[in-house]
């Protein structure tokens, strides 16, 4: 059993959930007694009690108390990752440096584990240490099922960089979308609210964001501002229109729940364009019919960035996914016809 130790968090650690400092620490702590620990007001920071999801800042001093120490040969091995997954993942690196791994995530791959969802990125990214004593941290998150570039960080210090970053809003994010219907005016920003509504599981709304006037979200309770700039890059007639999006403020849903709200619902979006969506255009919904894919059809197409170390800037973009893809062929858009940022006139 050891003393109780009195640990100040460094510059390195800034910005980290005090549970997973802890394993990093401790490997042989597990997160049902970490938290044990926090309830009983046995660990500490600054003589306060914590949460074991509190996150850390420079200088604080985080009490310890006195632990068991690791049973003779005991190890906790991080759970494994098999060689097909190992070789998915590397082939998903779009740019890598010593700070930084771009992916382009696939469609249907999680960011991170929850319910029944055990296999992910944070989870995968043991095989992406390329070196590395730490695997890469996430910095950001895309939906299970948007694809495209998603950021991780070699490093604690740049994780807590980059994080700060992209609170501060000073990145570049542009998804692109296939919509039902033909958005007008062709260029515009959205400017309504969400708010998580009522009801959880099969029988309620399952986590679905609600839509609220600009008048309305101060006097909506748990409403919060949510601004999406959009622009057409081309339509098919009245049915169905390419569409590139900028989220200013990055709320839960907020492009799917934006672009359904002005009637144009991503297609393949079960959640937010169902059959009851009425919608301008033809009014089906998120579903084109024929050979189109019944997958969501948005894509987080690319990322600029100021390099935390380099303060270069970096621009990252990811190609199509396949389904994606396949509808752009069919309908004839060609990526390469259109500008890298619709939107760069107007900054």
Known sequence: MSRVQNVTVGPGDADQRLDRWLKRLFPHLGQGRIEKMCRKGEVRIDGGRVKASARLATGQEVRIPPLPEPETGQSSPKPGVSDKDAAMMKALVLYKDNHIIALNKPPGLPTQGGSKQTRHVDGLAEALTFGYAEK????????????????????????????????????????????????????GTIKFGLVKASGHGAAGENE????????????????????????????????????????????????????????????????????????????WGAMLGGDMSRKLHLHARSISIRHPVTGAKLTVTAPLP???????????????????DPFEDLD
């Open 208 to 283: 679905k964001m609600r839509a609220v006037h600009p008048q309305d979200v101060t006097r909506t309770e748990g409403a919060k501002h949510a601004t999406t700039d959009y622009a057409v890059l081309s339509a098919l007639a009245k049915r169905a229109a390419w569409v590139a999006m900028v989220p200013v403020t990055g709320r839960t849903h907020q492009l799917r729940a934006h672009m359904s709200e002005l009637g144009h619902p991503i297609i393949g979006d079960g959640k937010y364009g169902g059959s009851g969506q009425e919608n301008l255009g033809d009014g």
């Open 136 to 187: 890469p941290r996430l910095v950001h998150r895309l939906d299970k099922d948007t694809s495209g570039v998603l950021l991780l960080a070699r490093t604690r210090q740049v994780a807590g960089d980059l994080t700060k970053a992209f609170r501060a809003r000073e990145t570049r994010k542009i998804y692109w979308a296939a919509v039902a219907g033909v958005p007008a005016p062709q260029m």
């Open 322 to 340: 396949e389904h994606m893809e396949r509808t752009w062929e069919f309908l004839h858009w060609d990526p390469r016809e259109v500008p890298a």
